[in-house]
C-alpha cells in the first residue's frame, strides 16, 4: 500500500470512493453535487492509499477554502481508510499535514456510531472540540408566528440585503463554535444560484427597518427523501430572549410546509442548550450526533 498525491486520471475513482463509503462518514461535503464539482487544486488538497493494483483503500482531502482560510483552519472532507489501520491513517495525516503551514487547526465531523474511526482519532492525537446534533422535526403542524408589533418578516433581496444578512449572522454566531470566522456578502451574493436554493426561504426578521434575525431554509436529502433543512437561524446577541427565534423558526416550518415537504431538518451544537431546548419544545427530535475532532497544529 502506498500514499500518493491524487492525480487527475484517479479523480472518477475517488468520487466513487466517497459515494460507497459517506453513509458512515459525516457526508456534508460528499454529495452527489459536491463531488461532481470537485477539482484537483490548491483548495482541495488530496491524497489516496492505493494497493498494488492502484485500486483506492483510503482517501484524505481538506477544504481549503477562502472562509476557512481566513479562519486559519482547514476541514475534512473526507478522512478513511477501508481497513481502519492506524498506520495508514498517519500515512495519510502526514501528507496532508504539509499543506496546513498557515494554520491554527484542522478538524473533522465523526458519526457517534462509528467507533472504529473515533479511535483512530484518539490515536492521532485528535481532542473533541464539540457535539453537534441533528434534530428533524416530522410533523409540520404549526402555529402561526406571532410576530411582535414594530416587527416584520422579508423574504431576502439578492442584489440589495447582502450586508443586513451578514451582519445579523456575524453578530449573532461571533462566539459560537466553528462559527466563529465572518462570512462574507461575496459569500450570500452566491446563495441564490446554488442548487438548494427555495425561492422566499431566505428571510430576514425587521424591527422597523433594523435588521435584528435572519433564517434560511434550503432543500436538502434525509434518508433518501426530500427534506428541507433549516439554517442557519441567527438573532442579533441584544435581540435574544425575546422570542424572536421562534418566531423565525416557525415561519421556517410554515414555508416548508407551504413548498411541500413532509419533513424539516436543523443541526445544533450540543452547547448551545438554549437552542437546542427551543427546537424539541417546536416538535424536533434527536435523529442522528456527531463529534468534531480537531487537530491544534
Known sequence: MKVEA?????????????????????D???????????????????????????????????????????????RFRIFHSE??????????????????????????FVPLLNQKLK??????????????????REDLEVREPSIPEGFEIRSFRPGTDEDAWCMVRNAAFSDLKGSETAITPEMVA?????SDYLDGGMMILFENEKPVGV?????????DSPIMNIGPLAILPEYQGKGLGRVLLRAAIQFSKEKGYKR???CVNADNEQAKALYLQEGFVEAEGVVCYRYEM
Do not use: W
Not at 6 to 26: P, T
Not at 190 to 194: A, C, L, Q, R, V
Open 6 to 26: 491524487l492525480k487527475m486520471e484517479q479523480l472518477e475513482n475517488l468520487k466513487e470512493y466517497c459515494k460507497k463509503h459517506r453513509k458512515e462518514l459525516d
Open 215 to 223: 433564517v434560511r431554509g434550503s432543500d436538502d436529502e434525509y434518508e
Open 190 to 194: 452566491k446563495m441564490p444560484s446554488e
Open 83 to 108: 481497513s481502519h489501520d492506524g498506520q495508514y491513517y498517519k500515512q495519510l495525516f502526514e501528507e496532508i499535514l504539509k499543506h496546513t503551514k498557515s494554520l491554527d487547526h484542522v478538524f473533522l
Open 28 to 74: 456534508s461535503f460528499l454529495y452527489d453535487e459536491d463531488l461532481h464539482n470537485f477539482k484537483i487544486d490548491g483548495e482541495n488538497p488530496t491524497y489516496i492509499l492505493t494497493d498494488s493494483s492502484g485500486n483506492i483503500k483510503g482517501a484524505a482531502s481538506l477544504i481549503l477554502d477562502d472562509y476557512h482560510r481566513r479562519g486559519k483552519r482547514a
Open 264 to 266: 424539516c431538518v436543523l
Open 119 to 136: 479511535d483512530v482519532m484518539e490515536k492521532l492525537k485528535f481532542d473533541v472540540e464539540r457535539y453537534t446534533f441533528l434534530l428533524v
